[in-house]
């Protein structure tokens, strides 16, 4: 029912409402994983508002449009751009959300072609990546470099969620993170290397190396020092701190401060 409901203002409250109810239910059920749910709240309540008016936001591993659709719900003038792999879900995508400039492929490196696997049962997982989940379905599907999909493109923010695929995507897209410098929220939940190859060490070095730093989000709208790539590394393990990290460039690191206080209600003047 709540895939329906995306993108629609019933679907943006009953988001919000699942994962404040979760929070709640686990401070006293398994207040380990309080942290993890909270940032998670924290960051679909950042990653919502953070792009400016007027630009561009890109959605890469777009799955049912929850994110890209609460973009554009707070803010019509955001130019959305999305990526999706799952062909089934680009037919939904294509019919429910006319804004969205849709690209049908998967990204990583270098284009080509690849094997997409598939889980029919929790299809948020389909991954490059192979998993030991039984019952996955293998299709081939196009895979083409960030670079090219978005040659020229002045991308704000960006979002990416494609289970583990994550530092392939960044690779073919170094050309567009130093022309645009994009805000970047992404996941990563592993810290072994997968059969891709890559893994979150690894992951952070790109990222630092491309002069990002990383923030948790509940850490976004603070001044605390970047994480290094040992605390990010630790906030993999269990009970793990979160699952999604804003990558910020340095020069932008006081406006996107600023902009994550409005949106979470900070005081500036607080602790």
Not at 151 to 159: A, I, L, P
Not at 233 to 260: G, I, K, S
Request: charged residues 20%; hydrophobic residues 45%.
């Amino acid at each position: 029912m709540l895939n329906r409901l995306v993108g629609t203002g019933a679907g943006q409250a009953l988001l919000t409402l699942r994962g404040w109810t979760e929070l709640r239910a686990l401070s006293y059920t398994n207040p380990e994983k309080a942290a993890m749910v909270a940032n998670g709240v924290i960051a679909d309540r950042l990653i919502a508002r953070l792009c400016p008016g007027g630009g561009v936001f890109v959605d890469v591993g777009a799955h049912v449009g929850s994110v890209f659709s609460t973009v554009h719900h707070h803010d019509k003038s955001i130019r959305i751009l999305a990526v999706e792999a799952d062909p089934d879900k680009v037919v939904s995508l294509r019919q429910r959300f006319s804004y969205c400039e849709l690209h049908e492929c998967a990204v990583g490196e270098s284009p080509g072609e690849t094997t997409f696997y598939m889980n029919p049962a929790k299809t948020g997982y389909n991954s490059l990546a192979v998993s030991d989940a039984t019952g996955l379905v293998e299709r081939q599907v196009q895979v083409r470099r960030l670079d090219d999909l978005f040659d020229g493109v002045r991308v704000d923010v960006m979002k990416m969620d494609i289970e583990g695929a994550e530092l392939g995507a960044l690779r073919g897209a170094a050309a567009l993170i130093a022309r645009a410098a994009p805000v970047i929220m992404f996941e990563s939940a592993g810290l072994a290397v997968n059969s891709l190859g890559y893994s979150a060490a690894a992951l952070w070095e790109w990222l630092a190396g491309a002069g990002y730093q990383i923030c948790t989000p509940d850490r976004l709208a603070h001044d605390a020092p970047p994480l290094s790539q040992d605390a990010f590394l630790d906030a993999h393990h269990y009970p793990m701190r979160t699952h999604n990290f804003f990558a910020v460039p340095p020069e932008q690191r006081t406006r996107v401060r600023d902009r994550a206080r409005a949106i979470l209600g900070v005081d500036a003047g607080g602790p």
